[in-house]
């Protein structure tokens, strides 16, 4: 209700991960607003079933985590579903190793540009793995020469430069942005 009609407004096509186990949470996107992202250009892709740090679970509870994820939201959208991104950014070898197994590619959100902008905050054409796609998350107070500054080192660098916005609200969150 607030982030969709922005990217609508400026022409930006986006890719949501979203939580199929949450869509009858009321605070939480829809199978309706689902469909309607994608039906207007948008990326709907997997972030799990329901928002758990993937790194705390037994073997079975991942599977569940990200098959389930990603044979619900196919369901959802009538179309495959390729892409993910973990809860928290949080991974280890054996997270990955089962993220290879049911999607192509998975994006982290290691990038850190509060202290300047290296080549660990843009994706590389030379360095690129799609099972480590570097994120930036933008923060509340993330002013935006830091995100300029970013954007100038990705083009410098023939680079490719990810930003997350965790939400788009009137929140108190940090990760919260005003529309």
Request: glycine share 6%; with cysteine; proline share 4%.
């Amino acid at each position: 209700s607030v982030a969709a009609p922005m990217f609508q407004k400026y022409g930006l096509r986006t890719t949501q991960y979203v939580l199929p186990g949450m869509v009858k949470d009321s605070g939480y996107l829809s199978i309706e607003q689902m469909k309607a992202l994608q039906k207007s250009g948008h990326e709907v892709a997997c972030h799990s079933m329901d928002h758990p740090d993937l790194t705390s679970l037994e073997n079975s509870d991942l599977e569940y985590q990200l098959a389930t994820c990603k044979t619900q939201l196919a369901t959802i959208l009538g179309k495959p579903v390729d892409d993910f991104a973990s809860p928290y950014g949080h991974t280890n070898p054996n997270v990955i190793s089962v993220i290879k197994k049911n999607y192509k590619t998975h994006r982290n959100t290691n990038g850190d540009i509060t202290n300047g902008v290296n080549e660990f905050d843009v994706n590389i054409a030379s360095k690129f793995n799609a099972y480590d796609i570097i994120g930036v998350t933008v923060r509340r107070d993330t002013p935006v020469s830091q995100l300029k500054e970013a954007v100038d080192y990705a083009i410098a660098h023939n680079g490719w430069l990810v930003i997350t916005y965790h939400q788009v609200d009137e929140g108190p969150s940090q990760f919260g942005l005003d529309n």
